[in-house]
């Protein structure tokens, strides 16, 4: 049992789903009067003392916004601040005893070390590129991969009215899960993802196969992430907390595929579009369930655990363990998509 107040924060990059978590939390810990304090801009609230308190009337009319009401940066206590000392200065001047820490894998981990320094800390994973290892999807990421869906059907039929090659460059750090999930919902030709190696030489001759027997038009998805050979540099440098930059790797591979094949190439990269937004309603559910779990988690005194969807069920499990290292794309799942890429048409 903790008697404390609770403290809620949304960290890292922001996704669909994060206000319906929020909103989960606190009705859920008004539900037993427990007090709960919103702490904004993620660490950096607890970094700087800029925390407030929060309860059931200032959640409502939330749930199907995008963003996040606590307002999110990368900024991290262990990086840029003097790890856990400020950290339990502001939550002891606010009487925060627990937190609810609704983050990706980087503010998770930092979650999971501040737990080893005695916060207790229970874990919501959210992010659109669904490389949590320790959930089965994660928040957002239904959102991104419907808003891709829909931009592919879109591309298709203007790619389709000028015989063109489309390439669609989405977001995934370091796994292609949306990539993957929406290449096989939008009926596209390929897919690139990180996990995988990839060949241009012979996606050019795919395409150009499928152009000669079936189709006039090729769409291709490409996760950001994907590597490109040495000297063909797409990164964009550094952000103002250290991260890669990504994005731009789709216009090197259309005009791969363009010089392969003569075919006319265009690029879109959807980037931020996939984190804005309204949440489908599978991340209404699945946020306001694990948030809802994370109260209670938080209530009964839990710590180092990370809420998860296990199948149907939500669950705790092992914070430290969920957060290691990025989960990749299944690859029965890639398996699955390559029965419908060009190559598997022409050689069947
Ligand atoms: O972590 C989610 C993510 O959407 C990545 O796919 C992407 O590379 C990154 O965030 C970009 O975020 P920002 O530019 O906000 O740091």
Redesign the pocket.
């Known amino acids: 049992m903790n008697d404390g107040a609770v403290g809620v924060l949304t960290a890292?990059?922001d996704c669909p789903g994060l206000n319906a978590a929020i909103r989960a939390v606190v009705t859920r810990l008004a539900a037993e009067s427990r007090t709960v304090v919103g702490i904004r801009a993620g660490w950096a609230g607890l970094m700087n003392d800029d925390v407030t308190a929060i309860g059931r009337d200032d959640v409502r009319g939330i749930l199907w916004k995008g963003g996040t009401i606590l307002g999110t940066s990368?900024l991290d206590p262990y990086v840029h601040g003097d790890g856990v000392i400020s950290v339990r200065e502001t939550m002891d001047r606010h009487g925060i005893g627990s937190l609810i820490v609704i983050g990706?894998d980087g503010s998770l981990r930092t979650a999971s070390k501040l737990a080893s320094e005695g916060i207790p800390v229970v874990g919501v994973p959210k992010?659109?590129?669904n490389d949590i290892a320790g959930t089965d999807v994660s928040i957002g990421f239904t959102t991104a991969v419907q808003i891709v869906v829909d931009a592919i059907d879109r591309l298709t039929t203007t790619a389709e009215a000028h015989n063109r090659v489309m390439v669609v460059e989405v977001?995934?750090?370091t796994t292609g899960w949306i990539a993957a999930h929406a290449a096989i919902a939008g009926g596209a030709e390929a897919v690139l993802v990180p996990e995988q190696p990839y060949d241009l030489p012979d996606l050019g001759l795919a395409i150009t196969r499928r152009h000669e027997r079936f189709a006039n038009y090729s769409v291709i998805v490409v996760a950001?992430g994907i590597d490109t050979p040495v000297g063909t540099t797409v990164r964009k440098g550094r952000?103002m907390y250290g991260?890669e930059?990504?994005g731009g790797v789709g216009n090197f591979v259309a005009s791969a595929i363009e010089n392969l094949t003569g075919f006319e190439t265009r690029v879109t990269t959807l980037g931020y579009l996939q984190?804005g937004g309204t949440p489908t309603a599978f991340d209404r559910v699945l946020a306001t369930r694990l948030g809802v779990r994370a109260a209670e988690m938080a209530i009964d005194g839990v710590t180092r655990k990370m809420v998860a969807l296990k199948g149907r069920k939500i669950v705790g499990t092992d914070l430290k363990a969920a957060c290691a290292n990025p989960r990749s794309v299944d690859p029965s799942l890639l398996r699955d998509v390559s029965w419908f890429l060009p190559l598997a048409d022409i050689e069947s």
Do not use: Q
């Open positions: 890292g990059g990368r990706g992010t659109i590129d977001m995934g750090r950001e952000d991260f930059r990504l984190r």
